[in-house]
């Protein structure tokens, strides 16, 4: 770090080409912790884009995510006796534990439960951690901003540690340690599309994933003269996780309430041809709603898959759009600042269909947008954005990416 402020060194980091700033990365890494013997172990984990298929990979549905070309890096190097250290180049300070303790959840341990949380289940899957190490991490993805961060740094920590202790996990396995913790360390019950596609994501292309069977298939995101837009509203987002298990909560009523007069496993193994008898047995509206995404949902999922093989883009926009449009009114999960983003998104020429990504209440939204119009484009929606709502956007595009390596 050398002269620079905190802040400078950041901004010189975000703005290297991978290799230096990998260098620089492992300079920063002896300055905290010391030279040592032991080899430093770096791993780079992405941010995720989902292009459709939204609150439906709890339902059993198909689910189209990409992992993408930003990441997160996790450095990290054994010590000989027992301590844990992690540190964050953004949130400078020593968060200390043991590699024989039970970890548990503790409000005061902030990010380190996400990491706490996948020690304990890699221990509850037989694997011992031999020594302390300690850590340090660097993101450039924007935190709590629905390009799900925090599964990043989960399965993005969770694949250092098993490469370095030689644990034999895969890429799905480490998934599913990763929504395990989230549900019994984290207590968000989260489907499994965040973690899957950080995981298993591959430059690009977006994966078509069956979350009922986790059967898989890439698919190349080849779009031609266009480009997917990430925007993000910068809404302080709040009480997410409790509203994301309350919507949980109404798809299994529904389901409950179905199973009642028909064989179902899912919410998705229906089809719009069962909703008129869907309506007929859920008399609460808001549940009939939330099925009824599910439904639809699950069946744009399909026609989007079958619209890209096809090279049909706007008929791609198009189902972004309705998409977008089932989860403000049926699902109810968008909120104005991701309302005003797809809809100024949607009136801009040279934007094929704009929708919210990632949980909602907030976050992040795409739009898929002709490359030649990206300047023009956010310019245009970053200052409608902030007459509707007072908020200040950021836009980047991006480009789909592989999933947690080492580097
Ligand atoms: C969050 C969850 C995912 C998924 C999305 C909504 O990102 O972690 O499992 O449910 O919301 O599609």
New binding site residues.
């Given amino acids: 770090m050398g002269t620079m402020t905190q802040h400078e060194f950041i901004r010189f980091l975000t703005d290297l080409p991978e290799e230096q700033m990998k260098a620089e990365l492992t300079k920063a890494f002896t300055e905290r912790y010391g030279a040592g013997t032991e080899e430093i172990m770096m791993i780079a984990s992405p941010a995720r884009i989902?292009i459709i298929?939204?609150?439906?990979?709890?339902n059993g549905g198909k689910?189209f995510p990409a992992a993408i070309d930003r990441y997160l890096y996790v450095l990290l190097r054994k010590r000989a006796d027992t301590t844990i250290i992690y540190d964050d180049i953004r949130f400078p300070g020593a968060l200390e534990f043991s590699s024989t303790e039970t970890f548990c959840y503790r409000r005061e341990n902030q990010y380190a439960n996400y990491l706490n949380g996948m020690l304990a289940m890699l221990q509850k899957g037989g694997y011992k951690l031999t020594s302390g190490f300690e850590v340090l991490f660097f993101s450039k993805l924007p935190a709590g901003g629905?390009i799900?961060s925090s599964?990043a740094l989960e399965v993005g920590f969770g694949r250092a540690v098993a490469e370095l202790f030689g644990f034999k996990v895969d890429a799905v396995e480490l998934a599913k340690m990763g929504?395990e913790s989230?549900h019994v360390f984290m207590n968000?019950q989260?489907?499994?599309?965040?973690q899957f596609s950080i995981a298993m994501g591959k430059k690009e292309c977006a994966m078509l994933l069956d979350t009922a069977t986790l059967e898989y298939e890439y698919v190349p995101l080849v779009l031609g003269d266009y480009r997917i837009v990430v925007m993000n509203t910068n809404k302080q987002r709040a009480l997410v996780d409790s509203k994301?298990n309350e919507r949980c909560a109404e798809c299994m009523e529904g389901l409950a309430l179905l199973q009642k007069i028909k064989t179902v496993y899912n919410l998705c193994d229906l089809t719009s041809a069962d909703l008129s008898a869907v309506e007929a047995a859920i008399t609460d509206e808001c549940i009939f709603k939330r099925v009824r995404h599910c439904i639809t949902e699950n069946e744009r999922v399909l026609a989007a898959v079958a619209a890209l093989k096809a090279g049909d883009l706007p008929k791609l926009g198009e189902l972004l759009k309705a998409s977008h449009d089932s989860l403000r009114r049926d699902y109810e999960v968008t909120g104005i600042e991701l309302d005003a983003l797809a809809d100024t998104a949607n009136a801009e020429r040279g934007c094929l269909g704009a929708r919210m990504t990632?949980?909602?209440f907030g976050g992040c939204a795409i739009a898929l947008v002709q490359k030649d119009a990206v300047a023009e484009f956010t310019a245009r929606v970053g200052k409608a954005y902030t007459e509707k709502t007072g908020l200040t956007a950021s836009f980047f595009a991006c480009e789909a990416g592989d999933g947690a390596h080492r580097v």
């Fill in positions: 989902n298929g939204e609150h439906i990979d709890y689910v629905g799900s599964a929504q989230e968000m989260c489907g499994i599309m965040d994301y990632g949980a909602g």
